[in-house]
């Protein structure tokens, strides 16, 4: 949200390579980082549904239905199944060699789930976001036409 304040006023930022220079410890596992996120999944799609549908057919497209057409799939689509993971494993492979350094290559063994993962995230934030009417954070009910409001 503070990036598209900054560019509806006019003003410009950039963007320095810093790694290792600054570290901030958000979330000491995956279940804090899960519910963590929360607060904001629904936020980077302007609490639309259409954003977080339109998520789920991509993440479906592209990080899991490669991973069943491999297992199902025979001949050349077979083929195109592998090259797209291949494709994800290599770019995964260059963001780590680029700066990501600290990323493990362990992390490739989760590909299959982590698609799933982030879609069970998503909707699960866009859920609860609706049926409690907005964001519960820090003790504070922030209401969802609020929130709406405050994205226009």
């Known amino acids: 949200?503070?990036?598209?304040?900054?560019?509806?006023?006019?003003?410009?930022?950039?963007?320095?390579?810093?790694t290792g220079m600054v570290s901030v410890a958000w979330y000491r596992n995956?279940?804090?980082?899960?519910?963590?996120?929360?607060?904001?999944?629904?936020?980077?799609f302007d609490y639309k549904i259409s954003g977080v549908?339109?998520?789920?057919?991509?993440?479906?497209?592209?990080?899991?239905?490669?991973?069943?057409?491999?297992?199902?799939?025979?001949g050349p689509e077979r083929w195109l199944h592998g090259v797209t993971l291949l494709t994800s494993a290599a770019l995964y492979m260059d963001i780590k060699r680029a700066g990501?350094?600290?990323?493990?290559?362990?992390?490739?063994?989760?590909?299959?789930?982590i698609g799933i993962v982030s879609l069970v995230m998503c909707w699960r934030a866009?859920?609860?976001t609706l049926l409690q009417g907005g964001v519960n954070w820090r003790g504070t009910h922030y209401k969802l036409s609020e929130l709406r409001r405050a994205h226009r």
């Open 30 to 44: 995956a279940i804090e980082m899960f519910k963590g996120l929360q607060k904001n999944t629904f936020a980077a």
């Open 100 to 113: 990501a350094r600290n990323w493990s290559r362990w992390c490739l063994f989760f590909m299959p789930v």
């Open 126 to 128: 866009c859920l609860l």
């Open 53 to 74: 549908i339109l998520l789920t057919l991509a993440i479906v497209a592209l990080q899991v239905w490669p991973w069943i057409g491999v297992a199902t799939a025979h």
């Open 1 to 18: 949200m503070l990036g598209k304040l900054i560019k509806r006023h006019g003003f410009v930022q950039d963007v320095l390579y810093g």
